[in-house]
Structures are given as structure tokens and as C-alpha cells.
T-cell receptor, first 113, second 111 residues
Framework: DTAVSQTPKYLVTQMGNDKSIKCEQNLGHDTMYWYKQDSKKFLKIMFSYNNKELIINETVPNRFSPKSPDKAHLNLHINSLELGDSAVYFC????????????FGQGTRLTVV | KNQVEQSPQSLIILEGKNCTLQCNYTVSPFSNLRWYKQDTGRGPVSLTI?????NTKSNGRYTATLDADTKQSSLHITASQLSDSASYICVVTAGNTPLVFGKGTRLSVIA
């Protein structure tokens, strides 16, 4: 039943490691997003994909690489993790259109130690 | 630069009381404004959407207002409940650009 699901929900890892966060949506939406919510609870967009194609990349370090194998999935790979990468990462999806609503996953809390 | 400012940053109220959260935006061209509720440990969920021509919209005990001239919106919560404790985020859509998020207001409703 889950509309937008992310795994894992929690991720603790050491600096320098490479990790991935998976996201899947069963809403039939064309557009998917990754957002980062920092310790101050501010949500900031990282990437947006429409029909498997990257349409937004908001000055995110190239250690972050999204991959969309199909329009229902948008995974986030992070290389050489740094302490500052610790945050909650949210996946979201929406239909095309200006008044569309973004549906969010429950978030992945990443802690880099 | 597209920005969304919210106030207050945090608010504590007694159960049963009303409260109003504010959102000011400098976003162009304006498409719509949504209020999202984010419970602790969860993703944001949309409460209301306001388009340019709408002034007021209600969703149960939540009433959102929009003044497109002054670029201000408010979210009024009536007869607050403990379950209203959450962060409330104002999000503005500007044309085809990414959603512009405010930093949110953290509301705590206490018994």
C-alpha cells in the first residue's frame, strides 16, 4: 500500500564509505525527487527526475549520483561519505502539472561517524 | 531570489487553543502555495493548496488564507489537539522551477 517507500530507514556508516538509498513509488508518477533535510529541519531539493531523465541538479557534490532504472525508482548513491552528509534524505514523487502535490517517503536518516 | 519565510520558528500552545502560522514569500512567477504537515520521523504531507485566485481554503480544523498582493499566507488551526504537534511547512511553486520550501514552524500542543 505504501505510496513512496525508501530503504533503509536508518543508515549509520563511517566516513569514506559508499552507500545507497533506494526509493520506489507505486503511484504511477512521472517525476521523482530527492530532498535533504538538515539538522535545522530545512528541506532542500537535490535532484529531480522526469521519466528517468535528470531535470534538476541543485549544486549537489558529484559524490551524490542518482540513478533511475525506471520511472518508478530513483536511487541515491553517495560515494566517499563525509560527516556533513549526515541528514535525513527524503524521496518524493509527483505527477506533471503546476498544481500537483508531492508525495514524500518516510525518509532515511543517514549518520556518518 | 525565490524565498519562503515562515514565522514563528516554534510555538507552544495549550490543547484546545487556536493558533495562526505565517508564511511570506518572494517567488515569481507564482503558481500555488501548499501547507504541509510533517510529523516527527515522517515525510511531509499536504494539508491545503492555494492557487492565485483563492483567498481561503479549509481542511477540517485547518484554514489557509492567501493574499497574493502582499504575498502572504497563513495557516489557522482551530481547537488544537495533541496530534497537531508537528512541523508545518509552507511550500511555493514557481512556474517550472523546483518547489521552494520554508524552514517550517515547529508546533507543540501540550495538555
Amino acid at each position: 500500500d505504501t505510496a513512496v517507500s525508501q530503504t533503509p530507514k536508518y543508515l549509520v556508516t563511517q566516513m569514506g564509505n559508499d552507500k545507497s538509498i533506494k526509493c520506489e513509488q507505486n503511484l504511477g508518477h512521472d517525476t521523482m525527487y530527492w530532498y535533504k533535510q538538515d539538522s535545522k529541519k530545512f528541506l532542500k531539493i537535490m535532484f529531480s527526475y522526469n521519466n528517468k531523465e535528470l531535470i534538476i541538479n541543485e549544486t549537489v557534490p558529484n559524490r551524490f549520483s542518482p540513478k533511475s532504472p525506471d520511472k518508478a525508482h530513483l536511487n541515491l548513491h553517495i560515494n566517499s561519505l563525509e560527516l556533513g552528509d549526515s541528514a535525513v534524505y527524503f524521496c518524493a514523487s509527483s505527477r506533471p502539472g503546476l498544481n500537483t502535490e508531492a508525495f514524500f517517503g518516510q525518509g532515511t536518516r543517514l549518520t556518518v561517524v | 531570489k525565490n524565498q519562503v519565510e515562515q514565522s514563528p520558528q516554534s510555538l507552544i500552545i495549550l490543547e484546545g487553543k487556536n493558533c495562526t502560522l505565517q508564511c511570506n514569500y518572494t517567488v515569481s512567477p507564482f503558481s500555488n502555495l501548499r501547507w504541509y504537515k510533517q510529523d516527527t520521523g515522517r515525510g511531509p504531507v499536504s494539508l491545503t493548496i492555494m492557487t492565485f485566485s483563492e483567498n481561503t481554503k479549509s481542511n477540517g480544523r485547518y484554514t489557509a488564507t492567501l493574499d497574493a498582493d502582499t504575498k502572504q499566507s497563513s495557516l489557522h488551526i482551530t481547537a488544537s489537539q495533541l496530534s497537531d504537534s508537528a512541523s508545518y511547512i509552507c511550500v511555493v511553486t514557481a512556474g517550472n522551477t523546483p518547489l521552494v520550501f520554508g524552514k517550517g514552524t515547529r508546533l507543540s500542543v501540550i495538555a
